[in-house]
């Protein structure tokens, strides 16, 4: 024996994320040419039907457009297609698709063209048959002997067989004992059908037998069949077979005699008509389908049998003759004609490669050439390798590899935002309170210079910002091309966005096939998810935000969210977000602070973020380049670990959620089996109250499932508020310790590493994990600190103890010196100019008490710094009327 790989004569692969099963390949002469030309047909789940004609210029060539006779889509699912004499009136081949409630047969033809794309095919439906019952496979044959015309029997999921005399239903009967439908065939020299029962047994029917059996549609007796005018169903022979069959095939010798071949879980069994094993072999690896045919010796059989270990095996009766193997896994195999090339083997895999090979081996027609012998010429050789490393030092000397023109201008991406509204507002049955979504518009511009291939455009902002169409494609763009494309932005939920800033990405490759990226940033008006409000005279959250230059009227800074009076709102403005909350900026009139304030700590950060935006806008524009922002005030930790551990919270709760639903949903599926057995019983027991535990388990079931949503959605909207309350942290630690932006960026790394949270990996120990790698590197005390190593595995801890003492370390290191950076090298000199009292990264729960003590004091000694922080200069509501 030999292992070889079969000889790939023409494959295809079909369609995308199709799927496809034992009885969607079939190999007939469909279209009736008469000359013994198979054509390959193929269903599939999605409801495509395929028809192939593989006529392959040279060996190994893929499918051409001219090898795709017809492709229609059925809609329905396509469970099995067979070929055969189904229409009355004519031996003409046609086409029956089975579908899970509808049988539909086809005549296939095709019609000359009168251009040169060649002969147009299609098929035409000659008859349906809509099923009552659910479908699950069918065989066909000549039921009862009759001549020039095939009959279809189709079993149902309930282990019912329905007889169709091509356009008309002959009857309906159920197997006795029928849990689950198997395999089905039908023999033609006995005249009986061949199935294998939940029981694991073959069982033989004959069509006589099931012709005047009981009809199925009358299960009671009646007055008549006592009388005898119907017969009980009975069965013809059984063999057990002690597995599950995956397939049935019947095969004949000769007139006089037949064969049953059974593919099973383990083994593969052959047997006589009246049921005796005839031969079976045990198969060293778990088969996906097979395929007997008669060999050229006479008296024996040999069968094609597909694995899961890619392989395709010939056997002789139980000799195995030939091992070949495959490029995928096969769940149908067929042998036919095609191409005037008689015995090609058609595999078809699960997810749609179609491969036609034949068995052998090719001769290897190379041959190696002969070495020619000649001496080296060294000096030679020394001259032409300094004349490369010449070229080398040139080429590393100039600009680059790639020209700077390549890099920069081979797209440019520009996007602008609509000034105004939407004349008429794209958030459709969307409505947050009792106020109406507006929706504003973005345009995005594409240039290139040079010919640009699959342009493919990605369009991202936060949500619950939502955007009417984010993904935009375009096939080809000619050079110095422009393409304009639009959408609107509006917001979908009760909650606010954690930024406002949208991000446009376009993926597209060179005409040499380099794939590039390019993108660009656009910022949306706060006015589409803020309104104007009243002032609050109260609120539990504050913050003062210092400058170095004179206060700027609000109405200068925010002139679209002016109330009537205007002479009030100089200094003192309100904003009210679309989702209820409400928000007051204050400015002072002698000093050259900014107070805002609010009853949510989550909702300061927008407003804070437009305000420092629009005050460096408002002094560029006249021409001072000086200005800068300070914060002063303690850092507001306490109210951001209450959002961190409410975050925490429902995380714990969504898995205490998941892991009650798993249990009831076993407990649901013992009783429905134990119900399931107490229904099968020939002997009723009583069902001792398992229907109403099954009724109770079910709404529980729903109930879980029904909170485990919920309980998804707040954490999502809970992830979102700790991202807004994250900026405005990274925010103030910036405006505190004066960072530079780079020093920003590697805080933004650590605390906002997530896009999406998951239980399997959360906000919380990603950012433990970064800060205390931090607090080990360029934060560190020691050399000692650097040596420590971090966990390599993320896992949800059991409480926030940990992170919230990181942070509060995280803080009080920046506060005593120490300095943000990449660089490890950049790490040693820091820790000399850090002041002698910063604290260590405890080693034990001990010090790390300690730790916890210490800078408890610092940060949460004042509390309330900033919400009692005087501004004598100004009241909190000054010329605001009572």
């Known amino acids: ?347 078809l895999s699960d997810d749609g490669h179609l491969q036609c090979s034949y068995l052998g081996t090719d001769p290897s027609l190379f041959q190696a050439p002969k070495v020619e012998s000649r001496e080296l010429n060294y000096d030679e050789l020394d001259v032409e390798l300094k004349e490369l490393q010449k070229i080398i030092k040139d080429v590393n000397k100039s600009q680059g590899v790639w020209p700077m023109t390549e890099r920069e201008d081979d797209l440019k991406v520009s996007a602008m935002v609509s000034p105004n509204f939407d004349s008429v507002s794209q958030s459709t049955d969307v409505e947050v309170g009792a106020d109406l979504v507006p929706s504003v518009t973005v345009k995005v511009t594409l240039q290139n210079r040079v010919t640009l291939q699959k342009i493919r455009l990605s369009v991202y902002v936060q949500p619950p910002l939502v955007l009417t169409c984010d993904q935009f494609t375009f096939e080809f763009m000619t050079p110095e091309m422009t393409r304009t494309v639009g959408f609107s932005v509006y917001l979908k939920g009760s909650y606010l966005p954690p930024e406002l800033e949208g991000n446009a990405v376009v993926s597209y490759s060179r005409p040499t096939g380099i794939p590039r990226v390019s993108q660009c940033k656009f910022r949306l008006p706060l006015k589409l998810i803020c309104l104007p409000g009243q002032p609050s005279k109260t609120a539990s959250h504050k913050l003062t935000i210092d400058t170095n230059k004179s206060t700027v009227s609000l109405l200068s800074l925010f002139p679209g969210f002016a109330n009537q009076s205007e002479d009030d709102q100089v200094n003192v403005m309100g904003f009210r977000f679309l989702g209820g909350s409400r928000v007051t900026l204050l400015a002072s009139k002698t000093s050259q602070r900014y107070r805002i304030q609010s009853e949510q700590f989550e909702d300061l950060w927008l407003i804070t973020n437009e305000l420092i935006i629009r005050l460096q806008e408002y002094f560029e524009k006249q021409g001072i380049k000086d200005f800068a922002c300070s914060f002063s005030g303690s850092m507001p930790l306490q109210e951001y670990f209450g959002l961190i551990d409410h975050h925490f919270e429902l995380r714990i709760n969504g898995e205490k959620l998941e892991e009650l639903l798993s249990e009831r949903a076993v407990q649901f599926r013992a009783i429905q089996r134990r119900l399931l057995t107490r229904f099968k019983d020939k002997t009723p027991a009583p069902l001792q109250h398992l229907d109403t535990l099954l009724d109770g388990t079910y709404k529980q079931v729903i109930a879980l499932a029904d909170a485990v949503e919920e309980n998804e959605d707040n954490l999502f909207q809970s992830f979102t508020r700790l991202k807004s309350a994250t900026h405005l942290v990274i925010l103030l630690i910036g405006l505190w310790q004066k960072l530079s932006a780079d020093q920003i960026a590697i805080l933004e790394a650590a605390f906002l590493p997530l896009q999406q949270d998951t239980q399997e990996l959360g906000w919380e120990e990603t950012v433990d994990a970064a800060i205390s790698h931090l607090l080990k590197t360029c934060l560190s005390k020691s050399s000692k600190e650097q040596a420590l190593n971090l966990s390599s595995q993320l896992s949800i801890p059991k409480d926030t103890s940990r992170l919230k003492k990181h942070i509060t370390l995280l803080c009080d290191r920046l506060a005593k010196g120490g300095r943000l950076c990449l660089s490890t090298d950049a790490a040693a000199p820091q820790t000399m100019i850090m002041p002698g009292g910063c604290a260590t990264i405890p080693e034990s729960d001990l010090e790390e008490r300690s730790v916890e003590q210490d800078s408890t004091e610092l940060f949460t000694s004042h509390k309330h710094l900033i919400v009692e922080t005087p501004m004598p200069e100004v009241s909190p509501f000054q010329g605001v009327s009572e």
């Open 1 to 347: 024996m030999s292992l070889f790989k079969a000889r790939d004569w023409w494959s295809t692969v079909l369609g995308e994320k199709e799927e496809f099963d034992q009885g969607c390949l079939c190999l007939a002469d469909v279209d009736n040419t008469g000359n013994g030309q198979d054509k390959v047909i193929v269903g599939s789940f999605m409801g495509y039907l395929r028809i192939f004609n593989p006529h392959p210029v040279k060996t190994g060539d893929g499918a051409q457009a001219e090898d795709l006779l017809l492709e229609v889509h059925l809609r329905d699912p396509i469970l099995q297609v067979e070929v055969g004499k189904f229409v009355s009136g004519t031996e003409m081949l046609h086409l029956a698709v089975l579908h899970s409630r509808k049988l539909c047969v086809y005549s296939v033809s095709g019609s000359l063209g009168n251009v040169e794309h060649g002969t147009q095919y299609q098929i035409k439906l000659m008859y349906e048959h809509n099923l009552q019952r659910t479908a699950c496979n069918m065989t066909c044959g000549s039921f009862g002997g009759v001549k020039g015309r095939d009959l279809i029997c189709i079993q149902s999921m309930d282990g019912m067989l329905m007889v169709f005399e091509q356009e008309s239903y002959a009857f309906g009967r159920f197997l006795p004992g029928s849990l689950l439908p198997g395999p089905l065939a039908y023999s033609s020299r006995t005249d009986s059908f061949i199935t294998v029962s939940s029981c694991r047994q073959v069982e033989s029917y004959k069509y006589q037998v099931l012709a005047f059996a009981t009809d199925a549609d009358k299960r009671q007796e009646t007055e008549q069949q006592k009388l005898g005018s119907g017969k009980r169903l009975v069965v013809d022979w059984t063999l057990n077979i002690g597995e599950q069959a995956l397939d049935i095939c019947i095969v004949s010798f000769n007139q006089s005699a037949s064969s049953v071949f059974v593919l099973g879980e383990r083994n593969f069994f052959c047997l006589k008509d009246n049921g005796q094993i005839r031969f079976m072999k045990k198969l060293d690896c778990s088969p996906s389908c097979f395929l007997p045919y008669c060999s050229v010796s006479e008296g024996t059989i040999n069968t094609l049998i597909g694995n899961h270990n890619n392989m395709l095996h010939v056997y002789q009766d139980v000799t195995l003759k030939w091992a070949t193997q495959l490029p995928h896994i096969p769940v149908a195999v067929r042998v036919g004609c095609l191409h005037d090339l008689k015995g090609v083997i058609v595999t």
